[in-house]
């Protein structure tokens, strides 16, 4: 199974940022496989915030389990 998701982030200033996420029962920790929806969800919005903040570095949930 796996999951993909799209999230959008609004800035104050109007700007907006827009990415996906992916993830599956294989690229997570066993812990967390059942939640790979969520996973998925997670990822998309740590990187429109990342952009919209000018983070040059990936978030921890990016990071290969």
Do not use: H, W
């Not at 920790?29 to 000018?54: D, H, S, W």
């Amino acid at each position: 199974k796996m999951a993909i998701s799209r999230a959008r982030v609004t800035m104050k200033d109007g700007r907006f940022f827009e990415n996906f996420g992916s993830a599956n029962q294989e690229n997570l920790k066993p812990n967390m496989q059942k939640n790979y929806v969520e996973m998925a969800t997670t990822r998309a919005m740590a990187r429109c915030i990342r952009f919209g903040l000018n983070v040059d570095f990936c978030s921890s949930v990016e990071m290969e389990e």
